[in-house]
């Protein structure tokens, strides 16, 4: 179905699917939104960005809905509206529109779930775009930004049709195991320390506290060949590097919550929707002394999490039984996503060529999810340059810093040495 054949008002675009019920229920009173940010090297009038959001629209059909709950299952519905885009003051930090995002929930209708922010600036501009956690994960998300900063770029962007539930498309999956490195493994499941709940936090509105850091291009470079030569990821190495600055802090025992996305897990299309489940890592104090092997051990244990038999299991047991009300949605939250850190790792971005020569720089995602004692931390690599942007509560100080510091230490170490 285009996107065209679904814009008549109100039409039923189509039920949302397990996963997607189970995040709508969770934010009936835990509002969940997460911002992406482009930074561009020329300024943009308010009326260009319009049109570009239009076409962004008609290229991925569910920035065009909003969610029906009083139909007997959860309903996408098409929305006429546009996208709302606003403009904040001249020269505003990107960093302060995020944190003030985070406090207006979109509601589910009238729709449509997503908005804009235009940031002017003396020489060039940021581009925020919020996403409703429904209709989009962070891969969406920066699939989104990037389809918008390409249509500022004056290129055509091809209607999309409605991508299907997660669920629909899992069930037919097949596909290589991506074992890692079988060898190694980090703490686990039996541990009673990962299985401990979280605590939710009513949504008060309160602004988060936004950190960010870009590592430097030849940081970046050392770290990805570095990851190479160790046998691990630049994502391990990311979650090996949070918890040295936590067990630092003092704390015994560090969990570390990593989605995975199913696109690139199993070859999914590259969609605006909901693609993504979660993988736990743990790490105790006494066991991290070695960076190298930390990162192979939650390497090894991602791994393992995100083989297509594991993800089928996990989408086809929650298919199976889908939350019926917001308390099980957030029994069931608080017990899968309790962690120290969250780590949500969009990896490399690619633009086109003709939107690379536009673009500065790419943070995000940045979002909270109402757990206390949280850190949310969105990573994006592009330009030759990995981006962290932190949101949370309950800072700990020089956290995203210090993080920078132990990935510079460690690819300056001997390798073996």
Partial sequence: MTAMAMSEEGRIVRPLGAFERTIDFYMHRNPVQFSLVAELNRQVPATTLALALAALQDRHPLLGVAVDRAAPEAVFRAS???????????????QSV????????????????ARAVLVPRESGCAVVLTFAHQIADG????????????????????????????????AHVGGATDTGDAATGTTGKDDERMSAVGELLPFSGRRPHVDALALDRGLTTRLVRRCRLERTSVHAA?????????????????????????????????????????????????????????????????????????LKAGSAALAKHPPTSCSDAEAMMTAATAADIQITNLGVAHP????????????????????RGEHILGVVTVGGQLRMT?????????????????LAEACAESPGG
């Fill in 80 to 94: 006429q509206g546009a996208l709302s885009l606003e403009a904040a003051a001249d020269g505003t930090p990107w």
């Fill in 98 to 113: 995020v944190a003030a995002e985070q406090t207006r929930p979109i509601p589910p209708t009238p729709g449509p779930l």
């Fill in 139 to 170: 891969i969406g998300g920066l699939r989104a930004l990037l389809d918008l900063v390409a249509a500022l770029s004056c290129e055509d962007l091809a209607p999309g049709n409605v991508p299907q539930a997660q669920e629909e498309l899992l």
């Fill in 238 to 310: 990311l979650c090996a590097a949070a918890t040295v600055v936590l067990h630092r802090r003092g704390r015994e025992f560090v969990r570390v919550l990593s989605p995975v996305d199913l696109r690139r897990a199993v070859g999914l299309s590259d969609e605006v929707v909901v693609r993504f489940t979660g993988a736990r890592t743990g790490s105790a104090a006494h066991d991290a002394n070695d960076f190298w092997t930390s990162a192979r051990h939650t390497r090894g244990s991602l791994s393992r999490q995100r083989t297509p038999d594991a």
């Fill in 352 to 371: 086109s060529r003709q939107s690379m020569n536009a673009l500065s720089a790419l943070w995000g995602p940045a979002q909270i999810t109402h757990m």
């Fill in 390 to 406: 932190e949101l949370t509560h309950d800072p700990v100080a020089g956290l995203v810093p210090e993080m920078g510091a132990v």
